[in-house]
């Protein structure tokens, strides 16, 4: 099938091996969730649309396809039903309703690598009378992980009122001028408010990953 | 030198002729300045580099070259010095320091149309703080004109708040991802807070007009 | 469902919340129907395609979806029939007959935020004659929403012609070079007839906000 | 001088070879002058900045550097000097005075191959009614060449009121969202008006080659 | 249904009115045919989609829909059989297999405005062999219409090798890098062999209008 | 059907016609084949999705449709089943498991020209120890065919570490700034590890003529 | 002058108010460092041209321009002169020689929030064996700061090797494909290795606010 | 000075370590310059300015700088004067007279690699029987860098003429919609023509190194 496993990327960098489900063809993700399950046991596919999702839970009865973030699990405690914790050392805070899909896979990523984030949903700048509540708590976690469309403001906002580092991850909500996520993606790169550090679009797996190190290296160091 | 002046846009549109300095020769623009000044008395020039605009000063006298917005004038009452008036029908906001040139292009051109506006000046999204003060004021204004570089969050930040509508201008303040004023005008335009139209990149002179145009249907519709 | 409806908006900025409804799950448009409904009565959804829209219409059988600007509205007086105005404070005028979706969004949104708009279509600059009759009516109208794809120069042209401040709404109409809508939203920005400031691609919604905060804040002073 | 001049071109083509003056050494471009000038006598070099312009004329002191189109020619008959005529079978037409430099190009070119062009200059879409008295000549041409900076909208004008054939050339003059003459290139090629086509930006040059190819075919024809 | 059919525009322009098919309901297709049809008989619609193309074959049974170049007509006498003229005033060269769908739009269109256009098919760079043979006829055309995708580079070799006028139109055929006719587009417009213009991607329309307008004006001249 | 196919084309560059399957009708794809089959024998097309692909083995039964690679030969003799060889004078390496489809176009189309390459895949650059032991048989390759999508570095890292020539194939696996392989493209392109050199995104097919053209010229100048 | 420094910004965010020296006039860049030498003590300005950094220095002698990385500062402990540390919690690690300037601002920027990062200069792809002995100190790093141009390449290979989350910085070194920095970003942006996150191009000082807030909050956890 | 220099490179990849000299300071090149004639004796530095060649030249005064391409040599027997050789294994092929800066670089590159290889210049397309007389020896090469900027056509016609592999060089000679080089690189990329491949914009210097590389593994198996 042409895969190569990274079984050694865990040890290696922290973060075990995780399947790009998107591309690949039925055959090659049947034969890297039984080969990943074989070794590392709970398994993480990523990307994966309502066909693939559905094929992959039929093939695998002990697995579970969430279509709203296209991930597929097998053998990980993930659990995405709200309420979400208010309060984390890495919280997730979005600014449309639009944005939830990204929002859940960034949530269950840190779920799967050991890791209960917050959530905080559609608090965008339209509103932003709806993100003050939720300030104090947000101000206290070690990492924030913001998640906007459009012309994705929320984390120049968040970064010009507290303290924590951001991980913006623009979103491909919107239309016209939103270039699919490119536009808010280059106005957090060239945010004014210094603390902000972009991923790629809707990748709230590489936002998760990242936060993860950064939240890994603590513990480490204060041990 | 292929000049064909346009003497009736007064009458037909509500703005006079104003001419676009930028890559016309010194010859081009001492025959239109003269030209202008024997019909309409008061003559604007924009977007003049320091060498056309002293070149200018020197051939018309009585004229003055403003270097920071790059506006030559004659025979009109433009007074760019601060304190600027903090209430106004058509109220200018700046997010940067640097975004001053453009402020001031618009306001300049505001006065040679007729209006005197008022200037509130660096209360960008880094330090929202800064803006909230002035918020009250703003809110009574007939129209904004509100001017951002980099991320160009200020207008959306604005039009979540208040209930007038917003003339973003995006401005080429910045580098890299801010792609010389791209990325602010494709924030703005994709904004998730209503309320708000566009200009061109740098544009104080157009959003003058723009706001020139809403105040006097105002009052023409008002009598 | 990640939402959090922000009722107060239309005391804040004089637009009441609308659901954008492009990305939404149905299970998170009902919840926002049904929200809405309950506080604010008159809901509105926009960019919903037919699958979406007719379901929220068998949901709420009291609402109705228009599909050609693909919205769906409840307990409002939208009335999309023409003949339409010619002459109204607001004038909608569109370049081509494939313009209409968006032409038909701004005049329902305008509708739906209390104020009834006249709308003039298909008088685009491939025969500039159709829109000369025109002309003494719109040019007393207090704001123009001007709608074209393909090239996007019939806001210049109209700029050019009558003292009212234009709010140029770009569509994707057209192929190739017309970049979905890009190419008329950068002639729009860059037009060499001052007075025009620009929306999104096919925002007739962004449009119908702005020009409905300039002609309540007109209201409101005149008073 | 890795210089291999195409002295056949002409018989080929109906188009003698030009030299591209931007990007050659002043010894390429000296090679280059007097290899042509002893072959097929009249010469002429585009895009040369003043430099290297003023160069080459003190070289050749029989040939002249047109500073404006940024041209040298020897033994030929270019007269640039207004007024241009009015009337003629190749009328070219431009939008705003800075697209001066770009509509002398293809004047120059035009003389160069044996053809005296019209030109009508500076009556673009800001201010249409400066167009309309000239469109009964207009409107007797073979073919026009229609110059256009900024949005680029005067071919589209033109093309849905006459029935001649239309070569846009679009201009750098602009800022911001003109990109540089991309904009009006987009505008013009996806023109709602047909009838148009399209040379490259600030290409005075290739549009009066092609005029010129489209003239002779005709002449040839009519005998 | 939003439409304001242009019927004066055969007299103003030589072309007359033709609808734009992408975008339109069948409703608004239906009526403009049907008001074309009692005005001017002759009616052709263009970029029509087999959906849309036999519902209005269904709904007008004198009428054929043309799958390949997505045309419909009525009342005209447009015939796509080849073998198709090797010889003739304008003809249409085109590069590739896969360029056919344009080439047809082309040729119909021309045949539609009361021209018997040739067309010379699959005759691209990549084997030059095959066009040899062809242009000594070609030479004799009064224009050509050069149809190519991928790098578009035919349109330069025939520029290079004979003195007719040639319209260029660039196609989406390609992957990858041919950026759906962005590059070949780019490339004719910056070719390096002058006597080239350009009309938009797959727009095989617009060539015909430019050359027909073209043929027209040869034809009153030399009577 | 407007085909014109270049049966020479072997005996002037080495490569054998080879149809571009990609917006080509059924019948022209069946005219193609039995035309070249009857001159040529061995046929192969590329760019085929499953429908066209399916139709061609039915209208053909000897010949074989491969839906990963998206290729139908008839009377040739390519084999994708794996193992595939480790060493040989072109080695394909591929950096994910999504790459596989171009990497097996570049494998068949060089069984198809007459060699057999090696193909050794998902050895990216997230776990680049997986590359190491291939290394010493790479690096006695005469050309190395490196596929990657995303980030498209490890043709960088390869040319740092070995002395054979590679052809960089992106990709257009991934999502986001990915930009459908532009952004591999780009990065192969700017490398700064010399001695690569690039195709087209997911161009197998065109990397395979690359090498083998390289592979021939070797064998011609060694005897 | 139009400046509102922020006093407050170090309170609330950790970082206090920097200068952005780009676009601003000598008399706004005295004024803010007059006002924040006032204030807050140290003062740093970053992005001065020569030009405007001896400007400063001349203004105020007590300060110090750094012409590499272009900043000016007072009253800092800043101190860039090489042997830099191989080890600490933040590790800059850049790929070439060109890249230095934009290594030393993050390098500078840290000392000024009160940390000594570590550097490893010119290990870039091209020769990753220079890279391999840092390998070791680098991985117990709490934060990577990796700099690189043209195809930016190192993080990804990083990120692959050690579990130290990674902050990318694109530089504008590089030509032609390497899009003066949006290619190497754009890379970063879709790396295939995990804990990679990005900021604008040649931003050095985001980089060190970033990577500072992160050491900020291990440290205040860890208390 | 941030240094690292890649001693080993030639004899891990064949190619001796480069300098690139854009974008580093003369400390810097000075620097490298005496650390590699220390070491490897004959040194190259590429993309020098003429500031900066001749300061170099003045420090080395055993070194040349060749201004036209821009290099820096010491210790090497580079020799740039023509006449050229007209055969070669490795034939550069250019296409116009304004190529020839980035021709001398490849020219120069292959001799300091230790091949001389041979060069044609000025033959493009648009007067292609320049062409011809080259062909027959242009065949017999073993590899072919072909240079082109404008629309870049002259790899696809000589890829349907011959044998040899291509490696394409986009050269920046242009204006407008050549867009710096972009459209010839994109156009070479997508040729309908196989067996090309293509190296960075002005990559003179990337070209010849791939070209190298092809020789040598040649000569090796050959052996
Ligand atoms: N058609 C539309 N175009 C642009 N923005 C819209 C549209 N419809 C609603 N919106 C705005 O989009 C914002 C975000 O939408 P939501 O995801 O519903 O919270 C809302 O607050 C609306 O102001
Ligand atoms: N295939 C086509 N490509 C470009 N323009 C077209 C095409 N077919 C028709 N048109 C023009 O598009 C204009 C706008 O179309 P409509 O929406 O039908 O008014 C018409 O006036 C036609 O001149
Ligand atoms: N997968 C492919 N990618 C790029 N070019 C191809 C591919 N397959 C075939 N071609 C080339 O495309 C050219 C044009 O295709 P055709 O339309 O079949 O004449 C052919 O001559 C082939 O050299
Ligand atoms: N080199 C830099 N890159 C990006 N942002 C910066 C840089 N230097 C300062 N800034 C930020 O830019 C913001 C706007 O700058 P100012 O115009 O000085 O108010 C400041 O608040 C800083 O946070
Ligand atoms: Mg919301
Ligand atoms: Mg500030
Ligand atoms: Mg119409
Ligand atoms: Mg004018
Ligand atoms: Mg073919
Ligand atoms: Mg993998
Ligand atoms: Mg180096
Ligand atoms: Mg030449």
Same mark, same amino acid.
């Given at each position: 099938?042409?895969?190569?496993?990274?079984?050694?990327?865990?040890?290696?960098?922290?973060?075990?091996?995780?399947?790009?489900?998107?591309?690949?063809?039925?055959?090659?993700?049947?034969?890297?969730?039984?080969?990943?399950?074989?070794?590392?046991?709970?398994?993480?596919?990523?990307?994966?649309?309502?066909?693939?999702?559905?094929?992959?839970?039929?093939?695998?009865?002990?697995?579970?396809?969430?279509?709203?973030?296209?991930?597929?699990?097998?053998?990980?405690?993930?659990?995405?039903?709200?309420?979400?914790?208010?309060?984390?050392?890495?919280?997730?805070?979005?600014?449309?309703?639009?944005?939830?899909?990204?929002?859940?896979?960034?949530?269950?990523?840190?779920?799967?690598?050991?890791?209960?984030?917050?959530?905080?949903?559609?608090?965008?700048?339209?509103?932003?009378?709806?993100?003050?509540?939720?300030?104090?708590?947000?101000?206290?976690?070690?990492?924030?992980?913001?998640?906007?469309?459009?012309?994705?403001?929320?984390?120049?906002?968040?970064?010009?009122?507290?303290? &924590?580092?951001?991980?913006? &991850?623009?979103?491909?909500?919107?239309?016209?001028?939103?270039?699919?996520?490119?536009?808010?993606?280059?106005?957090?790169?060239?945010?004014?408010?210094?603390?902000?550090?972009?991923?790629?679009?809707?990748?709230?797996?590489?936002?998760?990953?990242?936060?993860?190190?950064?939240?890994?290296?603590?513990?480490?160091?204060?041990?």
């Amino acid at each position: 099938q042409g895969l190569n496993l990274d079984m050694r990327r865990g040890i290696r960098t922290g973060i075990p091996e995780v399947v790009f489900g998107a591309g690949k063809s039925k055959k090659q993700l049947f034969t890297a969730v039984k080969h990943l399950a074989g070794r590392q046991q709970k398994v993480l596919v990523t990307r994966l649309g309502a066909d693939a999702g559905n094929a992959l839970a039929q093939e695998f009865p002990e697995g579970r396809y969430f279509e709203v973030p296209g991930l597929f699990e097998l053998n990980s405690s993930i659990d995405l039903d709200h309420p979400w914790n208010g309060e984390a050392e890495a919280m997730i805070i979005s600014a449309g309703g639009a944005d939830l899909p990204v929002a859940l896979e960034a949530y269950a990523c840190l779920e799967f690598f050991g890791h209960t984030p917050g959530l905080v949903s559609d608090v965008g700048v339209a509103g932003l009378h709806r993100l003050f509540p939720h300030l104090p708590k947000i101000s206290k976690a070690r990492i924030l992980i913001v998640i906007a469309g459009m012309e994705g403001a929320l984390p120049s906002v968040l970064a010009g009122l507290c303290p &924590v580092p951001i991980v913006g &991850v623009p979103t491909s909500v919107g239309y016209g001028t939103s270039l699919n996520g490119i536009t808010p993606m280059l106005a957090m790169l060239t945010s004014c408010a210094p603390g902000i550090s972009v991923v790629n679009i809707d990748n709230g797996f590489g936002a998760a990953c990242f936060a993860f190190k950064v939240l890994s290296r603590q513990r480490a160091e204060s041990s």
